[in-house]
């Protein structure tokens, strides 16, 4: 079983930057692929970026691209999702995500195993 916390959401101009944090709790943090989603109102969940258990493969939507970086820290159990140069569209809540495979993470939201409650980001013109 694994827990997971995000935080570090809040309200921020366009062009500036926030920092998304992800505590996981469980022993086997270390062995699960980690990703981040988000839903704006209205609209279906989506995929953001996913990280490998080792943190050797990454992967991001093509519309956050060049902008967001996720990161994961093993001795922490914690995943990040820095991100810059932040758009009025990014505005959604933002919901970690993980699961043993990380092929589970990449085929979206249904195939995901465990879930946090969600950060909100709102990014203002």
């Known amino acids: 079983q694994v827990q997971l916390v995000e935080s570090g959401g809040g309200l921020v101009q366009a062009g500036g930057s926030l920092r998304l944090s992800c505590a996981a709790s469980?022993?086997?943090?270390?062995?699960?692929?980690m990703g981040w989603f988000r839903q704006a109102p209205g609209k279906e969940r989506e995929f953001v970026s996913a990280?490998?258990?080792?943190?050797?493969?990454?992967r991001y939507a093509d519309s956050v691209k060049g902008r967001f970086t996720i990161s994961k820290d093993n001795a922490e159990n914690t995943v990040y999702l820095q991100m810059n140069s932040l758009k009025p569209e990014d505005t959604a809540v933002y919901y970690c995500?993980?699961?043993?495979?990380?092929?589970?993470?990449?085929?979206?939201?249904?195939?995901?195993?465990?879930w946090g409650k969600g950060t909100l980001v709102t990014v203002s013109s």
């Open positions: 990280i490998s258990w080792n943190g050797g493969t990454t």
């Open positions: 995500a993980a699961d043993s495979l990380m092929r589970s993470v990449l085929s979206g939201p249904h195939g995901v195993a465990y």
């Open positions: 469980g022993r086997t943090f270390s062995s699960y692929a």
